[in-house]
Structure formats: C-alpha cells, structure tokens
C-alpha cells in the first residue's frame, strides 16, 4: 500500500524471525488481534503472523501449515510447497504490513533475508439481494453486495466480454479503500475517461467510504440542485449503462455503483421499461415525466391561481375552490408551506425506522393530520388535494436522488409564485431550465437529448421505440461507436 | 465523437436563435402597428419584409463570408481602423443596449397593463434582467440549447392562435390591395421593425461552426420561418377584427385569444402572456450577448464576454427605468425603431460596399 511503501523509515526484514515479529508489532501498536504461531521447515524455525480479524484461519491452515508440514524432509524452496494462488516475496517491513492489513498472512523464517506475504483474506459475504429502493415487477432480482470483488463479478457474469476493463485505485489515506472504475474500452470516450481518471486521481481525501463522497469530489457543480451521477445498486442496470459507453464507479464495503457521465433522463428510466411491452414502457415513462412535472410545479400553479389569476378558472369550478377556501386563516403561501412541510417530517421520519413503526407514522401523519387540520378549518381541503398530489407525484421518479431534487425546487417556485402569480412560474421555470442546460456531467451535456437536440437520441427519451428501431446508441456519453446492433432479422411474409 | 471544448453552435441551433431573436416582445401589438399604415392589406407587406429582410441578409453573408472568424466588432476593426472602428462600435453595444432596454420597458408595460398591476415595474425589470445575466453568462452554446428548446413552446403559440380560425370571417380581407401600393410599402415598413434581431447573423455567425453557404441557408430558414409565422397572426387578426374593430384593439392577438375559453381554462389569454414572456427573455438575452460581446471586443486580454454581461444589464435596466407610462415607452420604442435604421441598415451595407472597395478582406491563416 502507497503510505507503507513510502514510509521514510521502512526497515528491511532481518534474517532472525523473532526480531521481525517483534518490529512489526511495534509497527502495528501491540494491536491484540495480531497472532502468530510457530512453525519449523527444514529445520529453520519460523514463524506465522496474521491478523485474526481479516484473515481466514482455515485457509492458513489449509494452503500454509498442511502444505509445509507435508514436504518438511523434502527438497523444494517454500514457493514449491506452498498451494495458495497468491504468494510474493517480500523484502520490506511496511511493504510487509501492508500486506497484512489486507489480509493476507506473512512468513518469516530464520536465515532468511525476507519474508512471504500469502493471501488468506477472508471473504465476508453476503448472497445478492434485490435492492430495496430500485424494484422492478420483471427481470433480474439480483443487486451489487458490500463486496468488492463480488460485484465486480456481477458485472463480469452479465458481459463476458473481452473490452470490459477494470482500473483499481486507492482513496483515502486512512482508509485505504479500494475504488474501481469500470467500462468498456471500446465504447467509452477516451477524453472523457482521462478526465475522469484525472478527477479520481486528484482526489486527496482522509476517508473514502462511500459513493456519496465520490460523487461531491467529482461531479461539476456541487450546488445544483440536480444529481449529476447516477448511483444504482442494480448490475444489469450498471452493465446497460456500461453498453452504452458511460463509466461505472464502485468501491469497496458499498452496495451502490456510481454511473457517470449521465444525463438528466437516466434518472427517470427503469430497468422495467424495457422488460414491459413497448406501448406500456412508453405509457410508463411518459407517466413518470408528467409526475416529475406535476410535483415541481403543482402547489405553485395553484398558489398562483388562488392569489392572481381566479378568473382563469371556469365558472363551475369557482365555487367549490372558494368554498373549501372560505374561513382559512393563512393566505395559500402558508398553507402550502405548513402541508409540504408536514409531509417532509412523515417521509423523514418514515424512512428510517422499521417497517411496523413507519407505517404507523406514515398513518398518523397522513390520515389524521391531513383531516384533522382540514376539520379544524387551518387548511383548505383543495390544498390537501394538491399536496398530497404533490407528493405522490415526487415518490414516482425512479430514483430517490432526483425525487429529493424535485422537492426541493418545489419552494422556490412556490415562493415565486406566491410574489408574481404565473409570472414568477414562468421565470422560475426559465431559471432552472437554463440551468438544466448549463449543466453538465463530465463534459458531456446533461439535459441530451433535449438541448442539445438530438432527434434519433428522443427514440429513447420520453417515450421508448421498440428495441429493434433503435440503431443508434446514446449519444450522450460521446461514446466511440454509434451504431448498436439491433435488428429483428426476420420480416412478416 | 469528440468532447467539445471550443464554443461553438451547430447551424441547426443557428436557426432558432436567431428566430428566437426575432420573435419577441413586437408581436402581441405587431398586427396592430401594421394595420394602422397598411389596413387589411397588413399580411402582404409583412410578406414584403420578409424579402427586405433576405435581401439584408444576404447582403450580411457577403460581408461575414469575408471574415470568417470575426465578428461585427472585429470586421469593424479591420475595416474601418482602430479609431473609427472603436467609435462605431461604442454606437453599436449602445444600440443593442437601447434595444435591449425597450424589450425590457415594454415587456413591464404590458404586464402592469394585463397581469400585474400593481407590481412595480422595476421589479419586473430586474427580474428580467437578472435571467438574462444568467442565461448570457457562459458559452454561447449553452445558450443556444436553451434557446432550441423553448422554439417548443412556438408551437404551443401557433396552436392557440389556430383555434381562432373557427371564429373568423374570411370576407374581411377582401377587396385585396384596395387602398394601393402605398400603404402596403408604409406597412412593410412596421412590419421590418418587428423583425430586427436578425442582425444577430453578425454577431452570432462566427460561432458556428459549419460552412458559410448553410449559415445563409440557416438564416433564410429562420427569415421564412418568422415571416410566415409573422403573416399568419396577422391574417388572422385581420380576419378576426375586421376594419370597424381593429383600431380599437392595441394587442389584437392578446384580445382575440382572451375571448376564448375552454372547459377548464377560461382565461386563454394568461397561459399565452406566460408563453409570451419566454419569448421575450429570449430576445433580449440575445441583445444582451451582442452588448456584452462588443464590449469584450475593447479589451485585448480578455477572450470571454461573461465578464461584461453584468455591466450591460445594469445600462439596459437603468434606461429602461427612464420612460414611465405608456405614452413615453411608446416614444421611446419608436425612437429605438428609427434608429434600427443606421444600424441595421445603413452601417453594414457602407461596412460591405467599404471592404468591397478596399478589397480588405480576413488574412487566411494557414
């Protein structure tokens, strides 16, 4: 590991065993998960060191101690007689150390100017899961582990192809902790992969755990209310991104792959669009962008109704909207605010507690508030109508991280509102439409395929084209090829 | 592909900007200026504009084809001399900065008079304002993605204009060409006045990057497109009216679509003003771009006009405080038309017979 090697004081290993046990464990702080066992092999004594908490006693026991215990008389150097697939020769203490905070378990013998570092990591697993907050109703079930190496062969069994390449990287000067980047080295643009290595490589961090910190050291404008990576704990997910020339991102002990560049659109695509026939993938797509609407812009439009522009209703509906509203306190703007408010608290508090307790609160919060505070005649039953509306609309975007977005743009547009009636809407939307078109992922633009507008890019946009009509990959990663094969080979007689 | 580092726009976002350019704060009471000198023969002389306004641009392709790179500021320079040069393009930014100021005054007036009355009108402004300088600030082509994106909501424009036709009367065009070729020219001349902005070509064109021949060809696209567009809402307000009711009516298009309504929108009217005020960000950020563009071309250092946008604006909003009342933002428009005249007429033309004549033309870089 890099801060071990370029340890100024590095010692070399000595040729007496007890003594390198003795440095090492000054090294590691006398820490008490530091074992050892004394072994003999062809008549020098030696001795094993292992960390307890990573290393898997089994596997010492099995390619180590059997293996040298068996061939005690023989002839043979340990690299002959010891059968684990990972064996290296070692010359330096902290290289050595680095070795052992791996997990793997060192060798030193007396008489011997170094030691042997074998892998005995122990693998920590657990069996892949769906991922809770991205189901789909058909296809794959299977979701990325806490496990590196595991997810990477996720992604390995579902491309079995030569172009995928897997780059390591270490992040975090405490930490440690290993991050690869994932693609396809014949799709993915070259220039925006050396930027994203230059961006990966110049992150200086004490900790690296978690796509989260990733995504703040990376991404192009950090306060834009937009996500600008897309975490996705689903492989098939990572491996269509993949196909499509972007980048995956995963590190070590997380569940979530990063995919970047991306554009504004991948966050409201799901894996089921493609596994549902084309008539109802469109229908479902198109769905979620009228609710992406619905919750940035509804409570705005109605404030603005209720307080500029009431002549725009027609005459049926003036009455009951002015009845619900006759005896209301607070002016709209408040009303707003009190309810979406409310409904912030119950998700917030939902979201973390078990299961039983967060239906409870969601039942409490929901039902009871929501009539409670319209009997008691604070809030207009219309404005319960367009919050609750509101919020359903908000919870059926595919991905939490934009959901939370558009939440958030709710307010200010609500404010806007409220002062300049569909004025301020108007000037709102402009404002974050700009700056949808500003935006961009890596150097790619972010609101593709709408600006800039790319005709065949709309095939897979807002609606989807039947999988054989779509020729052409997504330009918005720029990747090196264009053209995808999909053609249905045959034709009705 | 490649990754596009340098800032340039495709032809293709060449055409809407400069129809976006175009198509601005004139058009709710562009049917009436004309009706008043041209009466119900007004579609023919936008008709007419049109072809000036081709004319004027292929006039402006000769010039630019012989400068590639530069743009109006630059061929200034070159052509004219540094002293020159400079001065006219003083005159210039501070046109575009007038313009920009009565898009920006007219823009308040008519929404003090149809949405907002008692909003005070410097709000408004700097509002207004304050998304130019967001948008402007920052490569030309993100600008023009914007700029491509909200042509979408033209469409929206020409749909609520086209449910009218159930309630027209075609008798009212007719006698056509009753009152002679007189008042049709005087029309053509109102009619060219809400069609500036595609003077943008001089500015604009040397951002894009595709050959000189499809910068015409996306420039007469967006003329043809905008003239059509711009004699369609007349037809129909023409045949809407009819004579008697036409003088009476300052925004036609505005009083025609409020007397519609549908099951659940009874006032048309206000999603149009919203469609409206697009349209008017659009063109004055594109005024705002060609100030703020000119006054980068003074410095030597400095390759990016963002810095210079912010200052632009502060002219633009402060002029436009100036005029109050409808009388004085009338004059004041009036005034900005007329000199449209010099600027958009007068000084390239003498800029192409001048660098014709001198034969300077840009050095070719090999």
């Given at each position: 590991?890099?801060?071990?090697?370029?340890?100024k004081?590095?010692?070399p290993?000595?040729?007496?065993?007890?003594?390198?046990?003795?440095?090492?464990?000054?090294?590691?702080?006398?820490?008490?998960?530091?074992?050892?066992?004394?072994?003999?092999?062809?008549?020098?004594?030696?001795?094993?060191?292992?960390?307890?908490?990573?290393?898997?006693?089994?596997?010492?026991?099995?390619?180590?101690?059997?293996?040298?215990?068996?061939?005690?008389?023989?002839?043979?150097?340990v690299?002959?007689?010891?059968?684990?697939t990972?064996?290296?020769?070692?010359?330096?203490?902290?290289?050595?150390?680095?070795?052992?905070?791996?997990?793997?378990?060192?060798?030193?013998?007396?008489?011997?100017?170094?030691?042997?570092?074998?892998?005995?990591?122990?693998?920590?697993?657990?069996?892949?899961?769906?991922?809770?907050?991205?189901?789909?109703?058909?296809?794959?079930?299977?979701?990325?582990?806490?496990?590196?190496?595991?997810?990477?062969?996720?992604?390995?069994?579902?491309?079995?192809?030569?172009?995928?390449?897997?780059?390591?990287?270490?992040?975090?000067?405490?930490?440690?902790?290993?991050?690869?980047?994932?693609?396809?080295?014949?799709?993915?643009?070259?220039?925006?992969?050396?930027?994203?290595?230059?961006?990966?490589?110049?992150?200086?961090?004490?900790?690296?755990?978690?796509?989260?910190?990733?995504?703040?050291?990376?991404?192009?404008?950090?306060?834009?209310?937009?996500?600008?990576?897309?975490?996705?704990?689903?492989?098939?997910?990572?491996?269509?991104?993949?196909?499509?020339?972007?980048?995956?991102?995963?590190?070590?002990?997380?569940?979530?792959?990063?995919?970047?560049?991306?554009?504004?659109?991948?966050?409201?695509?799901?894996?089921?669009?493609?596994?549902?026939?084309?008539?109802?993938?469109?229908?479902?797509?198109?769905?979620?962008?009228?609710?992406?609407?619905?919750?940035?812009?509804?409570?705005?439009?109605?404030?603005?109704?209720?307080?500029?522009?009431?002549?725009?209703?027609?005459?049926?509906?003036?009455?009951?909207?002015?009845a619900?509203?006759?005896?209301?306190?607070?002016?709209?703007?408040?009303?707003?605010?009190?309810?979406?408010?409310?409904?912030?608290?119950?998700?917030?508090?939902?979201?973390?507690?078990?299961?039983?307790?967060?239906?409870?609160?969601?039942?409490?919060?929901?039902?009871?508030?929501?009539?409670?505070v319209?009997?008691?005649?604070?809030?207009?039953?219309?404005?319960?109508?367009?919050?609750?509306?509101?919020?359903?609309?908000?919870?059926?975007?595919?991905?939490?991280?934009?959901?939370?977005?558009?939440?958030?743009?709710?307010?200010?547009?609500?404010?806007?509102?409220?002062?300049?009636?569909?004025?301020?809407?108007?000037?709102?939307?402009?404002?974050?439409?700009?700056?949808?078109c500003?935006?961009?992922?890596?150097?790619?633009?972010?609101?593709?395929?709408?600006?800039?507008?790319?005709?065949?890019g709309?095939?897979?946009?807002?609606?989807?084209?039947?999988?054989?009509?779509?020729?052409?990959?997504?330009?918005?990663?720029?990747?090196?090829?264009?053209?995808?094969?999909n053609?249905?080979g045959?034709?009705?007689? | 592909?490649?990754?596009?580092?340098?800032?340039?726009?495709?032809?293709?976002?060449?055409?809407?900007?400069?129809?976006?350019?175009?198509?601005?704060?004139?058009?709710l009471?562009?049917?009436?200026?004309?009706?008043?000198?041209?009466?119900?023969?007004?579609?023919?002389?936008?008709?007419?504009?049109?072809?000036?306004?081709?004319?004027?641009?292929?006039?402006?392709?000769?010039?630019?084809?012989?400068?590639?790179s530069?743009?109006?500021?630059?061929v200034?320079?070159?052509?004219?001399?540094?002293?020159?040069?400079?001065?006219i393009?003083?005159?210039?930014?501070?046109?575009?900065?007038?313009?920009?100021?009565n898009?920006?005054?007219?823009?308040?007036?008519?929404?003090n008079?149809?949405?907002?009355?008692?909003?005070?009108r410097?709000?408004?402004?700097?509002?207004?304002?304050?998304?130019?300088?967001?948008?402007?600030?920052?490569?030309?082509?993100?600008?023009?993605?914007?700029?491509?994106?909200?042509?979408?909501?033209?469409?929206?424009?020409?749909?609520?204009?086209?449910?009218?036709?159930?309630?027209?009367?075609?008798?009212?065009?007719?006698?056509?060409?009753?009152?002679?070729?007189m008042?049709?020219?005087?029309?053509?001349?109102?009619?060219?006045?809400?069609?500036?902005?595609?003077?943008?070509?001089?500015?604009?064109?040397?951002?894009?990057?595709?050959?000189?021949?499809?910068?015409?060809?996306?420039?007469?696209?967006?003329?043809?497109?905008?003239?059509?567009?711009?004699?369609?809402?007349?037809?129909?307000?023409?045949?809407?009216?009819?004579?008697?009711?036409?003088?009476?009516?300052?925004?036609?298009?505005l009083?025609?679509?409020?007397?519609?309504?549908?099951?659940?929108?009874?006032?048309?009217?206000?999603?149009?003003?919203?469609?409206?005020?697009?349209?008017v960000?659009?063109?004055?950020?594109?005024?705002?771009?060609?100030?703020?563009?000119?006054?980068?071309?003074?410095?030597?250092k400095?390759?990016?006009?963002?810095?210079?946008?912010?200052?632009?604006?502060?002219?633009?909003?402060?002029?436009?405080?100036?005029?109050e009342?409808?009388?004085k933002?009338?004059?004041?428009?009036?005034f900005?038309?007329?000199?449209?005249?010099?600027?958009?007429?007068?000084?390239?033309?003498?800029?192409?017979?001048?660098?014709?004549?001198?034969?300077?033309?840009?050095?070719?870089?090999?």
């Amino acid at each position: 590991m890099k801060n071990h090697r370029s340890n100024k004081n590095s010692k070399p290993v000595t040729m007496n065993a007890d003594e390198n046990l003795h440095v090492i464990q000054s090294i590691l702080h006398g820490t008490s998960d530091l074992k050892t066992r004394t072994i003999t092999y062809q008549k020098s004594s030696g001795v094993i060191i292992y960390l307890e908490s990573i290393a898997d006693t089994e596997k010492i026991q099995q390619s180590v101690i059997e293996p040298l215990n068996r061939a005690m008389d023989d002839e043979g150097t340990v690299e002959t007689v010891i059968t684990n697939t990972e064996l290296s020769f070692i010359e330096e203490l902290h290289e050595g150390v680095g070795k052992l905070l791996t997990g793997s378990c060192l060798l030193s013998f007396d008489g011997m100017c170094g030691m042997y570092a074998v892998n005995v990591t122990s693998q920590l697993t657990r069996t892949p899961e769906e991922p809770t907050n991205e189901k789909v109703v058909r296809g794959s079930h299977e979701g990325f582990v806490d496990s590196l190496t595991q997810n990477l062969g996720l992604i390995r069994k579902r491309l079995e192809n030569k172009n995928l390449v897997v780059k390591q990287y270490v992040i975090g000067q405490s930490t440690n902790t290993k991050v690869a980047l994932v693609y396809m080295d014949d799709l993915v643009n070259k220039e925006v992969l050396s930027e994203i290595f230059r961006r990966i490589e110049s992150i200086s961090a004490d900790m690296g755990f978690s796509p989260g910190y990733l995504e703040e050291f990376m991404e192009d404008k950090t306060f834009s209310p937009f996500p600008q990576m897309l975490p996705t704990e689903r492989p098939d997910r990572t491996m269509a991104h993949l196909l499509d020339g972007r980048v995956a991102v995963l590190s070590e002990g997380t569940a979530t792959a990063l995919i970047l560049p991306v554009t504004f659109l991948s966050f409201f695509q799901s894996p089921d669009d493609f596994n549902s026939r084309v008539l109802s993938g469109s229908f479902f797509r198109l769905l979620r962008m009228v609710s992406f609407l619905v919750a940035m812009t509804l409570p705005a439009v109605y404030i603005a109704i209720i307080g500029f522009h009431f002549e725009i209703l027609p005459n049926e509906l003036i009455l009951p909207v002015k009845a619900s509203l006759e005896g209301i306190p607070f002016p709209p703007i408040i009303e707003a605010f009190v309810m979406v408010f409310t409904i912030e608290l119950i998700r917030e508090a939902g979201v973390r507690l078990p299961t039983p307790i967060g239906q409870t609160i969601g039942i409490v919060g929901g039902l009871v508030i929501g009539d409670a505070v319209v009997s008691a005649g604070f809030i207009s039953n219309v404005m319960v109508i367009v919050i609750a509306l509101t919020a359903v609309a908000s919870f059926t975007v595919p991905t939490y991280e934009m959901g939370a977005s558009i939440r958030i743009l709710t307010f200010p547009l609500m404010i806007a509102a409220s002062l300049l009636g569909f004025l301020g809407i108007v000037m709102g939307l402009m404002v974050i439409l700009l700056h949808l078109c500003k935006l961009e992922s890596i150097g790619t633009p972010y609101f593709a395929p709408f600006a800039p507008l790319n005709l065949s890019g709309l095939k897979d946009a807002v609606i989807r084209f039947p999988l054989w009509k779509m020729n052409n990959r997504a330009m918005d990663a720029l990747p090196q090829k264009r053209s995808q094969r999909n053609t249905k080979g045959w034709k009705n007689k | 592909m490649k990754l596009k580092r340098e800032d340039t726009i495709t032809s293709f976002q060449f055409i809407f900007l400069i129809i976006q350019a175009q198509v601005g704060v004139g058009i709710l009471s562009m049917p009436f200026n004309i009706y008043t000198a041209a009466g119900h023969d007004s579609w023919i002389s936008v008709l007419i504009g049109g072809c000036v306004v081709q004319v004027l641009l292929i006039l402006f392709w000769i010039l630019m084809k012989r400068f590639p790179s530069m743009t109006l500021y630059e061929v200034l320079d070159s052509t004219t001399g540094i002293f020159i040069g400079g001065v006219i393009k003083g005159l210039y930014i501070i046109y575009f900065i007038l313009v920009g100021s009565n898009i920006l005054s007219l823009f308040s007036e008519i929404i003090n008079i149809w949405i907002l009355p008692l909003t005070p009108r410097w709000l408004l402004i700097v509002l207004m304002a304050g998304i130019g300088i967001y948008a402007v600030r920052g490569p030309v082509k993100f600008l023009a993605r914007f700029y491509v994106f909200v042509s979408l909501l033209l469409i929206v424009f020409v749909l609520l204009v086209i449910y009218s036709f159930w309630e027209v009367d075609y008798l009212n065009i007719f006698p056509i060409g009753e009152k002679g070729i007189m008042p049709i020219l005087k029309g053509t001349e109102k009619a060219l006045f809400s069609m500036i902005g595609f003077e943008m070509y001089l500015i604009v064109a040397p951002y894009v990057n595709s050959s000189s021949i499809k910068k015409l060809k996306a420039a007469s696209i967006s003329n043809v497109v905008v003239t059509i567009f711009y004699s369609f809402l007349t037809l129909i307000c023409i045949l809407f009216f009819g004579i008697k009711e036409f003088i009476l009516v300052p925004e036609p298009l505005l009083y025609m679509i409020k007397s519609f309504s549908f099951k659940i929108l009874e006032r048309i009217d206000l999603l149009f003003l919203s469609v409206w005020i697009v349209s008017v960000a659009t063109s004055y950020m594109a005024y705002l771009f060609a100030a703020s563009r000119g006054l980068m071309s003074f410095s030597k250092k400095n390759k990016e006009h963002s810095p210079y946008v912010f200052y632009a604006a502060i002219l633009s909003v402060l002029i436009s405080l100036m005029p109050e009342g409808v009388y004085k933002v009338g004059q004041f428009s009036t005034f900005v038309t007329y000199l449209s005249y010099i600027f958009v007429l007068g000084l390239p033309v003498l800029l192409l017979l001048l660098s014709l004549l001198t034969h300077r033309k840009e050095k070719q870089q090999s």
